[in-house]
């Protein structure tokens, strides 16, 4: 059993040293740990402090690719180096590295195939009220959105079984942490969370450069995940909603007009037709978008397919060089 520990790093020369010296080569379960650091083009001295610190792996951007990028390309490097379960975490050592017996072992124990690091969210003094809310309304559309019960969704800090990792698909270019667990309990997979300590903070947010900017790029995502995985609900919502008023307002003209004073409503027949169109369209919208939902999920059962058998070739190349 092989365990790979990954961190996505941007300009992270400062702390990712401390981060890779917190990190523990030998875990209960695993016969071989080694660590891989995304470089998502880094203008510091990033890749020298990781080889320094003996980093095994290394995926470079040339340029700057965002989060989610480097958690996918990560993941991926992860599994073609025949890791049978990732963990990822931030170099900038927010979280307690000596979690990951605890993040690991409902996957080892068969118990889940994702877990995700539960922070005391309401105990760390450095989050702002605001983030606090937000971060407690972000796991809240996530779990009405995925069914599942996760109480810290935004939590970087977790743990996945290589077939899970294998399933991944993010769409958004912000952050990964939402949408994974979304799309985890769209595909059944097993996800549960754990307790997790957390560390002293080094340096600001990357992600929450404002509370404005971060409030907006959270709604802007949480509407993009239902979107994207519950497009039925969403527009059959949006469809009612214009709907129901249409033809509430038009049952109120035809009263007016069979008691004989229909004359000056005209505006409410306007109204009543633009408000039904507008919803029946849109409920339409809904059908087309669910069966792209369909088509989506299709195409993801070949990809994950086409990435299974891709990795077992990549496992087996790295045996033989072994």
């Known amino acids: 059993m092989k365990l790979i520990i990954q961190m996505p790093c941007y300009n992270e020369a400062e ?49 700057n690719r965002g989060l989610a990028h480097g958690f996918m390309a990560g993941l991926g490097a992860c599994i073609d180096h025949g890791a049978d379960v990732i963990i990822n975490t931030d170099a900038d050592n927010q979280y307690n590295a000596d979690d990951i017996p605890k993040l690991v072992k409902p996957i080892l124990d068969k118990e889940a195939d994702i877990v995700i690091g539960e922070r005391p969210i309401s105990d760390i003094e450095h989050f702002s009220p605001a983030k606090k809310f937000l971060q407690q309304l972000g796991s809240w559309v996530v779990r009405l959105a995925s069914k599942t019960d996760i109480p810290d969704s935004p939590s970087g800090f977790r743990a996945l079984s290589r077939e899970a990792a294998m399933k991944m698909n993010v769409f958004n270019e912000y952050t990964y942490t939402l949408e994974t667990i979304i799309e985890a309990g769209q595909k059944g997979l097993a996800i549960t969370s754990v307790p997790i300590t957390v560390n002293e903070d080094l340096r600001p947010s990357r992600l929450v450069k404002s509370i404005p900017s971060y409030i907006q790029k959270s709604i802007i995502t949480i509407i993009r995940i239902f979107v994207v995985y519950r497009p039925f609900r969403f527009f059959m919502t949006i469809g009612l909603l214009l709907f129901i008023p249409g033809f509430l ?74």
């Open 15 to 63: 702390t990712l040293s401390i981060a890779l010296t917190a990190l523990p080569r030998e875990v209960e379960g695993f016969d071989k740990v080694e660590w891989l650091i995304i470089d998502d083009g880094s203008t510091d001295e990033t890749v020298k402090v990781a080889r320094e610190n003996g980093v095994d792996h290394v995926v470079s951007f040339t340029s």
């Open 249 to 322: 307002i038009g049952l109120r003209f035809l009263y007016h007009y069979l008691t004989g004073d229909g004359g000056g409503h005209i505006q409410s027949v306007i109204l009543a037709a633009v408000l039904l169109g507008m919803g029946f369209q849109t409920m339409l919208v809904a059908f087309v978008a669910d069966l792209l939902s369909t088509n989506r999920k299709l195409m993801e059962d070949v990809q994950f397919m086409l990435r299974k058998d891709s990795a077992q070739k990549s496992s087996s190349i790295h045996s033989e060089k072994n």
